[in-house]
């Protein structure tokens, strides 16, 4: 028995120290697109992640989100999100293992009511310990629930809290020094937590995600420096990987189409050893060039040959995460 409350301590002081020394974390997210006329978009997605990881970031929470997957369930009923019945039974049968299950829904609906202003905004259900929200909330809203996900209580008497019940949710932006800490502790203590710390040095997700299918690649424009990271991600029998997609989209509309221009990519480490596979496709999905990023730095000519959008996926082929300058230059601003 004294061994075992030993250990429990050692446990304990070992949690509070790494929370002390700044662990950080990347928590990987599914989201759950319920419904069928109703259903979130892919502005709704992008709006999620990235209001979450706002709130969480303003905040040194040291924790931060990013996308592994969509999964839509495309059935009318599900148009009218029921709370009672609907939101248990799915948040009980579909729950992907080692990740955040987020499930956005079209209203979270109280029975036999049909005004929005007495239906829930959100919830965190306890048993499985997924999210569900309803699309187009105030950010506050899923930074809410996701805090009881990280093991918050409510806030009540702190009406700019994220953890309050204040009805001008506009105003919940902020996380105590105390709500921080314990959120990193409660972390450490979960079971997937050795799969979603960042190691020492290594880059977290950047700003623009989610962008890992194309509804949500992210749009670029000519001459636009874009900073970005590889992070490590999680895949679905719970390993770690180094290969994290960017993914653009451009659009040259008539009469506006440069007769050429060149992607740079830059590794932003010193040593430049870090290496990348690029894809271009069009809109219909033919590929148009296939190329790999190598060294400190590396251009590629493109020529847009007409009229039309364009996406360029770049995948880390590297072992470990890194970060890296982005751009897409025309003719005129030279290379």
């Known amino acids: 028995m004294r061994k ?18 700044g662990a950080s974390y990347a928590i990987p997210v599914k989201i759950w ?8 978009s892919a502005s709704d997605i992008r709006f999620t992640i ?3 990881n706002k709130l969480y970031s303003q905040n040194n929470t040291q924790i931060s989100f990013y996308l592994l997957e969509v999964e839509y369930v495309r059935k009318k009923k599900f148009d009218e999100f029921g709370y009672y019945g609907q939101m248990p039974w799915q948040s009980l049968t579909r729950h992907d293992r080692n990740i955040l299950n987020i499930a956005l829904v079209p209203s979270l609906k109280k029975g036999g009511h049909d005004n929005k202003d007495k239906n829930f905004t959100g919830v965190c259900f306890s048993p ?13 809203v899923v930074a809410h629930e996701v805090g009881h996900f990280l093991g918050l209580g409510h806030a009540l008497d702190i009406p700019d809290n994220i953890m309050s019940y204040n009805p001008k949710k506009s105003a919940r932006r902020k996380f105590t020094a105390d709500q921080k800490k314990y959120m990193l502790l409660q972390v450490a203590r979960m079971k997937y937590s050795k799969l979603w710390e960042c190691k020492k040095g290594n880059p977290g997700p950047d700003a623009y995600e989610p962008d890992m299918i194309r509804d949500l690649a992210t749009s670029i424009k000519l001459g636009t420096t874009y900073a970005r ?19 653009y989209k451009v659009s040259f509309k008539s009469g506006q189409v440069p007769k050429q221009v060149f992607l740079v990519i830059t590794d932003a480490a010193a040593s430049g050893k870090h290496t990348a596979a690029v894809e271009i496709t069009n809109s219909d999905g033919e590929v ?3 190329m790999k990023a190598e ?11 007409k009229p039309g959008t364009y996406y360029i996926k770049v995948l880390n082929t590297s072992d470990d995460p890194w970060s890296y300058n982005f751009q897409l230059i025309n003719e005129n601003l030279g290379n």
């Open 4 to 21: 075992i409350l030993l250990t429990l301590l050692i446990m304990a002081c070992a949690l509070q120290l790494m929370a002390q020394q």
């Open 33 to 40: 697109v319920y419904g069928q006329e109703k259903a979130a």
């Open 50 to 52: 990235q209001n979450l």
């Open 128 to 140: 499985t310990g997924s999210v569900v929200v309803a699309k187009g909330e105030d950010p506050s």
């Open 229 to 247: 990271t590889f992070h490590t991600v999680v895949d679905k029998k719970g390993k770690l990987s180094s290969a994290d997609t960017d993914l």
């Open 288 to 290: 148009l060039h296939n």
């Open 295 to 305: 060294g400190r730095k590396s251009t590629f000519p493109l020529w847009i040959m």
